[in-house]
C-alpha cells in the first residue's frame, strides 16, 4: 500500500520565521502536488511536481521533489498569519486508487 | 467559471440512517473523486467517477455507493450510517479522467452521525 507520510504533523512558528515540511514515501510517484486547506474549506491545489529534482517557487513557497521522486518538501520564507492552514501532499495511487493525501501539517503563524 | 459546489454543507444524521450527498463538477471537467476527510486527518479515497462509471475505489465498504450524471455531477450516498462516518465529506472534479492529480475541491459537506 503506497502511503505518504508527513512531517511534522504540526508547527506553530512567530510571524517571520523560516520553515520546511517535508512529504516522504518509500514509493515512486509520477508527480507530486501540494495543497492548503483551511478551516472550513477544502484543498485548494499549490503546485505540481513532476521531475526529480524540480524545483518550483510561489512568492514566499518553495516546492522541491526528490531526485529519485519518492519524497518533496515545502519550505516557507518569512512566514505571515495568512500562511496558517493544512498543507497537505498528494500522488497518485495505484491499485485503482486515485490520488492519495498524506495526514498533512498544520501550521500556525503567530504574529 | 463555475467552481465546485457541494450540498448540503451540514448535515446531522443518527446511526441507521442513509444519507445523500450531491456535487457539481467544475465546469468543463467529467471527473469527480471523492473523499472522506476525519478530524485532523489528511483525505481519503472513496471512489472516482468517470463519464458515468466507477473508475477507482479506496478501501471503503459497499454501504458507500455513488452516481455520476450526464452532465457530470454526482451523489454520494451512504447507508446504514455509523458513528464512525461523521467527517467531512469533499468532493474533487477535474479534467481528462483524472490522470494529472490535480484535484479542485468543493467547501465539503460536513457529516455528523448521533
Known amino acids: 500500500t503506497q502511503l505518504l507520510e508527513q512531517s511534522p504533523q504540526f508547527l506553530s512558528i512567530q510571524e517571520g520565521e523560516n520553515l520546511t515540511v517535508y512529504c516522504n514515501s518509500s514509493?515512486?510517484?509520477?508527480?507530486l502536488q501540494w495543497y492548503r486547506q483551511e478551516p472550513g474549506e477544502g484543498p485548494v491545489l499549490l503546485v505540481t511536481?513532476?521531475?526529480?529534482?524540480e524545483v518550483k517557487k510561489l512568492k514566499r513557497l518553495t516546492f522541491q521533489f526528490g531526485d529519485a521522486r519518492k519524497d518533496s518538501s515545502l519550505h516557507i520564507t518569512a512566514a505571515q498569519p495568512g500562511d496558517t492552514g493544512l498543507y497537505l501532499c498528494a500522488g497518485e495511487g495505484t491499485g485503482g486508487f486515485k490520488t492519495i493525501f498524506g495526514a498533512g501539517t498544520r501550521l500556525f503563524v503567530k504574529a | 467559471e463555475t467552481g465546485v459546489t457541494q450540498s448540503p454543507t451540514h448535515l446531522i444524521k443518527t446511526r441507521g440512517q442513509q444519507v445523500t450527498l450531491r456535487c457539481s463538477s467544475q465546469?468543463?471537467?467529467?471527473?469527480v473523486s471523492w473523499y472522506q476527510q476525519a478530524l485532523g486527518q489528511g483525505p481519503q479515497f472513496i471512489f472516482q467517477?468517470?463519464?458515468?462509471?466507477?473508475?477507482g475505489r479506496g478501501n471503503f465498504p459497499p454501504r458507500f455507493s455513488g452516481l455520476q450524471f450526464p452532465n457530470y455531477s454526482s451523489e454520494l450516498n451512504v447507508n446504514a450510517l455509523e458513528l464512525d462516518d461523521s467527517a467531512l465529506y469533499l468532493c474533487a472534479s477535474s479534467p481528462r479522467g483524472g490522470d494529472t492529480g490535480e484535484l479542485f475541491f468543493g467547501e465539503g459537506s460536513r457529516l455528523t452521525v448521533l
Open positions: 467517477y468517470y463519464r458515468e462509471e466507477e473508475n
Open positions: 465546469s468543463g471537467h467529467n471527473t
Open positions: 514509493s515512486v510517484f509520477s508527480s
Open positions: 511536481v513532476v521531475t526529480g529534482g
